[in-house]
C-alpha cells in the first residue's frame, strides 16, 4: 500500500503556520514508521531540495519556483500557489510515482487536506479514471476547519473522494452543505509525550507559587478568545488570586485589541523576547518578572519550551469560540497539564474528569472552575492523570489502528 499526503502546510518551517503543519507531519511519520511507503506532496521552502527521502517517508516541496518570490511562508502568494499546484501536481503524481506502482500491482491511499488541494484532487480522479486505474486507488480529502468552503464545488469533490473531518462539531457543520464527512481526528506525535524538563518544571512552580499561573497560545484571532483570557486575568487580580498568564499569539491584528483591552482594564503587560531557545530560555523569561499580570512572549516558543510551560502552569487558556478540534489543549493534556477548553470540537475533553470545559464568555465561569481545582490538590492531580490517559488514546498509532485503517475498506 502506498500513500501520499497533499496539503500546503507540511514539516518544512517555511511551511509551519498552525496545527494543519502538525497533523500533516504527524500522520506522515506515522504511516511511514509502520511501513508504509508515504509520500507527502507540499508547499516547502523554497531553497530545499525539491525531493527528499526519509527512510520509508518522501517529502515532495511543491510550487518551489513561486515560493522563491514570496518569503512571507506557505500561504503569501497563495492563489498563485493554489493554481499551480492544481494544474501540475497531479501529472507528475501520476506519470512518476502512482501509475508504475499501480501497474506493478499496488494499491493506493490519497490524502488530502483543505481547499487548495480540491482542484488537485479533481484532476488526479480524471487522470486515474482516463488511465483506467481510478478504482485501485482510495481518494480521502480532509476538512480541518471551514476556510474556503464557499471555493469548493461540493457535488463534485464528493464524487472524486470521500469527504472527511476531525470533529464531530465540523461534521454537524457540513451537514447543511450537503455533505455526511467520516470523522478522523487529529492525531499526536511521539514528541508530544516527551515529559517536560523536571527541573525547569518546579522551578517555574516554585518562583511563582503564590501566584495563578496561565498560559495561552494561539493566534490572535477572535475566534481564539483572547479577550476572554484577558477578562479570566482581571477577574483573578480583582480576587486578589495574584494572576500572571503567559501568553504567546502571532502577527496577527486583533492583538492590537487584545492587549489595548488589557491596558483598558488595569493590567500590566510586558512584551519579552526569549534569549536562547527550549527550556532554558523559556525559564529565564519567567525568572524575570516584577509586579506583571501578562507576560507577552514575542519569540517563537519551541517544543521543548510549550512542553514545559503547559505542564508548569495551573491551566492553559485553550478555550474558543468555535474550534474544529483544539490540538493545543491535546497537546496540554499529553504532558499533565490542565487544558481548559471550550466545547465545540474538543471531542476529547471532559470537564472535571480529565479538562476544564468552558459553555460561556463569562470570566466568572472560568475563575471559578480554575479556584475549585487549585483548591483540591488530589483533585487537581487525578485529572491531570487522566489527561495524559486520554491524549495517549489520541496518538498518531492509535488513529491510524482505530479511525483510518479500519475505513480504507469501504471508501472510494
Request: net charge neutral; glycine share 10%; aromatic share 8%.
Given at each position: 500500500?502506498?500513500?501520499?499526503?497533499?496539503s500546503?502546510?507540511?514539516?518544512?518551517?517555511?511551511a509551519?503556520?498552525?496545527?494543519?503543519?502538525?497533523?500533516?507531519?504527524?500522520?506522515?511519520?506515522?504511516l511511514?514508521?509502520?511501513?508504509?511507503?508515504?509520500?507527502?506532496w507540499?508547499v516547502?521552502?523554497?531553497?530545499?531540495?525539491?525531493?527528499?527521502a526519509?527512510?520509508?517517508?518522501?517529502?515532495?516541496?511543491?510550487?518551489?519556483?513561486?515560493?522563491?518570490?514570496?518569503?512571507?511562508?506557505?500561504?503569501?502568494?497563495?492563489?498563485?500557489?493554489?493554481?499551480d499546484?492544481?494544474?501540475?501536481?497531479?501529472?507528475?503524481?501520476?506519470?512518476?510515482?502512482?501509475?508504475?506502482?499501480?501497474?506493478?500491482g499496488?494499491?493506493?491511499?490519497?490524502?488530502?487536506?483543505?481547499?487548495?488541494?480540491?482542484?488537485?484532487?479533481?484532476?488526479?480522479?480524471?487522470i486515474?479514471?482516463?488511465?483506467?486505474?481510478?478504482?485501485?486507488?482510495?481518494?480521502?480529502?480532509?476538512?480541518?476547519?471551514?476556510?474556503?468552503?464557499?471555493?469548493i464545488?461540493?457535488?463534485?469533490?464528493?464524487?472524486?473522494a470521500?469527504?472527511t473531518?476531525?470533529?464531530?462539531?465540523?461534521?454537524?457543520?457540513?451537514?447543511?452543505?450537503?455533505?455526511?464527512?467520516?470523522?478522523?481526528?487529529?492525531?499526536?506525535?511521539?514528541?508530544?509525550?516527551l515529559?517536560?524538563?523536571?527541573?525547569?518544571?518546579?522551578?517555574?512552580?516554585?518562583?511563582h507559587?503564590?501566584?495563578?499561573?496561565?498560559?495561552?497560545?494561539?493566534?490572535?484571532?477572535?475566534?481564539?478568545?483572547?479577550?476572554?483570557?484577558?477578562?479570566t486575568?482581571?477577574?483573578?487580580?480583582?480576587r486578589?488570586?495574584?494572576?500572571?498568564?503567559?501568553?504567546?499569539?502571532?502577527?496577527e491584528?486583533?492583538?492590537?485589541?487584545?492587549?489595548?483591552?488589557?491596558?483598558?482594564?488595569?493590567?500590566?503587560?510586558?512584551?519579552?523576547?526569549?534569549?536562547?531557545?527550549?527550556?532554558e530560555?523559556?525559564?529565564?523569561?519567567?525568572?524575570?518578572?516584577?509586579?506583571?499580570d501578562?507576560?507577552?512572549?514575542?519569540?517563537?516558543?519551541?517544543?521543548?519550551?510549550?512542553?514545559?510551560?503547559?505542564r508548569?502552569?495551573?491551566?492553559?487558556?485553550?478555550?474558543?469560540?468555535?474550534?474544529?478540534?483544539?490540538?493545543?489543549?491535546l497537546e496540554?493534556?499529553?504532558?499533565?497539564g490542565?487544558?481548559?477548553?471550550?466545547?465545540?470540537?474538543e471531542?476529547?475533553a471532559?470537564?472535571?474528569?480529565n479538562?476544564?470545559v468552558?459553555q460561556?464568555?463569562?470570566?466568572r465561569?472560568?475563575?471559578?472552575?480554575?479556584?475549585?481545582?487549585?483548591s483540591?490538590?488530589?483533585k487537581?492531580?487525578?485529572?491531570?492523570?487522566?489527561?495524559?490517559?486520554?491524549?495517549?488514546?489520541?496518538?498518531?498509532?492509535e488513529?491510524?489502528?482505530?479511525?483510518?485503517?479500519?475505513?480504507?475498506g469501504?471508501?472510494?
Amino acid at each position: 500500500m502506498q500513500f501520499h499526503i497533499l496539503s500546503f502546510e507540511g514539516p518544512d518551517g517555511y511551511a509551519r503556520a498552525g496545527g494543519i503543519a502538525s497533523r500533516i507531519s504527524g500522520l506522515a511519520e506515522a504511516l511511514a514508521e509502520q511501513g508504509y511507503d508515504t509520500h507527502l506532496w507540499f508547499v516547502g521552502d523554497p531553497y530545499l531540495e525539491g525531493a527528499e527521502a526519509r527512510g520509508a517517508l518522501h517529502l515532495h516541496r511543491w510550487c518551489q519556483w513561486i515560493s522563491r518570490y514570496h518569503s512571507g511562508g506557505v500561504y503569501d502568494g497563495e492563489e498563485a500557489k493554489e493554481a499551480d499546484y492544481a494544474r501540475s501536481l497531479a501529472p507528475f503524481l501520476a506519470e512518476h510515482v502512482l501509475l508504475p506502482h499501480l501497474r506493478s500491482g499496488g494499491d493506493a491511499v490519497v490524502l488530502a487536506e483543505e481547499w487548495q488541494t480540491v482542484q488537485a484532487v479533481l484532476h488526479l480522479d480524471w487522470i486515474l479514471r482516463r488511465h483506467g486505474l481510478r478504482h485501485r486507488v482510495r481518494v480521502l480529502w480532509n476538512a480541518n476547519n471551514v476556510f474556503g468552503f464557499e471555493r469548493i464545488k461540493w457535488p463534485q469533490l464528493g464524487e472524486a473522494a470521500t469527504i472527511t473531518t476531525v470533529s464531530r462539531y465540523m461534521k454537524h457543520l457540513m451537514w447543511p452543505l450537503g455533505v455526511d464527512p467520516l470523522v478522523i481526528p487529529n492525531g499526536l506525535s511521539a514528541d508530544a509525550f516527551l515529559p517536560p524538563d523536571r527541573q525547569a518544571v518546579a522551578e517555574v512552580r516554585r518562583r511563582h507559587k503564590k501566584r495563578t499561573l496561565l498560559a495561552k497560545v494561539a493566534r490572535f484571532d477572535p475566534d481564539k478568545r483572547w479577550l476572554l483570557a484577558i477578562e479570566t486575568v482581571a477577574e483573578l487580580k480583582r480576587r486578589g488570586f495574584g494572576p500572571l498568564l503567559v501568553a504567546r499569539g502571532g502577527v496577527e491584528s486583533h492583538g492590537r485589541e487584545v492587549f489595548e483591552a488589557a491596558a483598558a482594564g488595569g493590567l500590566r503587560v510586558r512584551d519579552v523576547a526569549m534569549e536562547g531557545s527550549g527550556v532554558e530560555g523559556l525559564v529565564h523569561v519567567l525568572r524575570d518578572v516584577d509586579g506583571e499580570d501578562i507576560l507577552n512572549i514575542t519569540t517563537p516558543l519551541d517544543a521543548e519550551a510549550r512542553r514545559t510551560l503547559f505542564r508548569g502552569v495551573d491551566a492553559v487558556l485553550a478555550n474558543s469560540g468555535r474550534e474544529p478540534f483544539g490540538l493545543v489543549g491535546l497537546e496540554a493534556m499529553a504532558v499533565g497539564g490542565v487544558a481548559c477548553t471550550g466545547c465545540t470540537g474538543e471531542d476529547y475533553a471532559v470537564q472535571g474528569r480529565n479538562a476544564l470545559v468552558l459553555q460561556t464568555a463569562d470570566p466568572r465561569e472560568c475563575v471559578g472552575l480554575l479556584q475549585s481545582l487549585r483548591s483540591d490538590r488530589p483533585k487537581d492531580r487525578a485529572l491531570r492523570r487522566a489527561a495524559r490517559v486520554t491524549a495517549k488514546m489520541y496518538a498518531w498509532p492509535e488513529i491510524l489502528t482505530r479511525n483510518l485503517l479500519p475505513r480504507l475498506g469501504f471508501v472510494g
